[in-house]
């Protein structure tokens, strides 16, 4: 259990960057972002063939297909819906807004996997997702009510911004669930060469967006590489290799490892290292509720620990 839940941190520390690439890059447009990100995430793949040709053999037909819809709706359309939300209505109201990840992934895995035998009871479990939740609303509270009263888009771009981070919630607490369906029924196959199905079933996607995005909105002057290029370039190599594929072999060996219901949960670290990127970001120290709102999330995940412990995978 400690193996996996040392993976699930180290993935959300390095999934928790994506948070600043928009802060980063405010002049590029979102799918922009999120097909360069999974471009270069599928490019860099093709590297990882010749090592991997073999487990990527052992792939059937309907596991590539599976890896694409995987890879499209809970990665590229994930990350353009949260890009569009941090432009249109502010990175508090996105980071409020993702708090309900762990609650909706522990709730949806722990009623699938009553089927299954490895449930828990929701009078153990409603402790660790309460404190969890809460922690997260205290955490995130002081910049969701700057972010409220003081933000400079229209009401219209607001709740637009408010619906594409709607729409990530959804999709990322749909992609942790089936994703860790697909590696415990096939364990033989390995989370690493997963992580490398993924992005080259995703790659025809990503690279036709990225072409479409740079020839049509970007100004011919300008290029397809934006206004920024080398700095375009730079941030997207760290978010489609280190972010993408690290961050997802990371993640799926903590799946092969530890419940869904429990590694939903863990999510949560996302959020935490999100705000501690951000706050290095702009130089400041946290709030008084930033503070006690992490301290009651590693709080929840430490009883959700305990609630787990002797739950089969």
Avoid at 168 to 178: C, D, K, Q
Avoid at 253 to 273: C, D, H, K, N, W
Wanted: aromatic content about 14%; proline content about 5%.
């Amino acid at each position: 259990m400690f193996l996996g839940f040392l993976y699930a941190v180290i993935a959300c520390a390095i999934w928790g960057l994506i948070y600043i690439f928009p802060l980063i890059l405010p002049e590029y447009n979102p799918v922009m972002i999120a097909s360069a990100r999974f471009a270069v995430y599928g490019l860099a793949c093709l590297a990882f063939i010749p090592f991997q040709i073999e487990e990527l053999k052992k792939l059937t037909r309907s596991d590539w297909f599976f890896a694409m819809r995987l890879a499209f709706f809970g990665s590229l359309v994930y990350y353009w819906s949260l890009v569009m939300s941090v432009q249109l209505s502010g990175a508090p109201i996105a980071g409020m807004l993702m708090c309900w990840i762990p609650v909706l992934v522990a709730v949806v895995s722990n009623l699938r996997n009553k089927k299954r035998g490895a449930s828990v009871p929701w009078s153990r479990l409603s402790i660790p997702l309460a404190l969890i939740l809460c922690g997260m609303v205290v955490a995130n509270w002081t910049e969701f009510s700057y972010a409220v009263h003081e933000q400079s888009a229209s009401p219209l771009q607001f709740w637009m911004g408010v619906g594409f981070g709607v729409l990530s919630l959804l999709l990322w607490t749909w992609y942790p669930i089936r994703n860790a369906d697909w590696l415990l029924a096939n364990r033989q196959k390995g989370p690493k060469v997963w992580a490398t199905a993924q992005g080259l079933a995703i790659l025809p996607f990503t690279l036709i967006g990225f072409v479409i995005v740079g020839n049509v909105l970007e100004p011919a002057e300008v290029g397809i590489l934006g206004p920024e290029p080398v700095k375009f370039a730079l941030v997207m190599l760290v978010a489609g290799i280190v972010c993408s594929w690290v961050g997802a072999a990371f993640w799926n060996a903590m799946s092969e490892r530890l419940p869904t219901a429990l590694g939903g949960q863990l999510i949560v670290f996302e959020t935490i290292f999100s705000v501690i990127y951000a706050l290095m970001w702009r130089g400041a120290w946290p709030t008084v509720s930033m503070t006690v709102g992490m301290i009651m999330l590693l709080l929840g995940v430490l009883a959700a620990l305990r609630v787990f412990r002797k739950v089969k995978v």
